[in-house]
């Protein structure tokens, strides 16, 4: 290993990944055993105010589905871009840069992988929804399931939101729009305890599998970059 390694940006994300996943499996294992049914008992004896309101509008209009068709559209207008720049360069010496290696590009992907992978993981997890709780008295793990209600965790809005989220800040360095996507990201991914639709552990999860996602994502970037070893 050189003597620079502790600076290497592949060495980083690597580093800041293992800590952020040690730090929430401790939190999505707490939860599970000692806070979640009780934070999501005092979520449903909230009532239906302006705060409720508004935090449901907030999550309809940003939710995974529209997140989705927004990153493949801004996907598809990356690579065109990319294509007709690099058809601009006639000089062979040149080097073009293929699409795959472009940082907004692989970012972008990072979207699609996180909500992919969040998809399996509520198929396989097979977990309970609060509504099973509040009405039958149903919660746990219950394995593969096709069910919506099975489909607790983790939360899709967190997983969305937190990668979206990853993006925004990786391509913009402005502090007031990073401010207003951070309270954004918080309203969406604490509303869904706070609307009962998601106990606190799988927000949790949520925000690990995108965070995740967009670091190794961001991952990959560094490594075309950086090709020299560790």
């Known amino acids: 290993m050189s003597r620079n390694a502790d600076r290497h940006p592949v060495y980083v994300t690597i580093r800041n990944s293992v800590m952020l996943s040690f730090v929430c499996l401790i939190l999505i294992i707490a939860s599970v055993l000692h806070f979640d049914q009780s ?5 449903s004896s909230l009532p239906n105010g302006y705060l409720i309101q508004a935090l449901d509008i907030l999550a309809f209009y940003i939710n ?31 080097e073009k840069a293929p699409f795959y290696e472009d940082r907004t590009f692989i970012l972008l992907a990072g979207i699609i992988i996180a909500l992919g992978l969040t998809l399996l993981l509520k198929l396989s997890i097979g977990r309970a929804r609060p509504d099973l709780l509040l009405f039958e008295g149903t919660t746990g793990f219950f394995g593969f399931q096709t069910e919506r209600l099975y489909h607790s965790m983790p939360s899709g809005h967190a997983a969305a939101v937190t990668a979206g989220a990853g993006v925004l800040f990786a391509m913009y360095k402005n ?3 990073r401010a207003l996507i951070v309270f954004l990201a918080f309203a969406i ?6 609307l009962t639709e998601h106990y606190p552990s799988d927000v949790i999860a949520g925000f690990w599998l995108g965070a995740i996602i967009i670091s190794w994502a961001d991952l990959y970037y560094q490594s075309t970059r950086y090709p020299e070893p560790l």
Do not use: C, H, K
């Open 189 to 194: 991914i604490a509303g869904r305890v706070l």
């Open 64 to 94: 995974p589905y529209s997140i989705a068709v927004i990153t493949l559209l801004a996907m598809a207008y990356r690579f065109t871009d990319l294509r007709q720049q690099n058809q601009q360069y006639t000089d062979p010496d040149i």
């Open 175 to 177: 502090i007031e729009l």
């Open 39 to 43: 934070i999501l008992l005092w979520s």
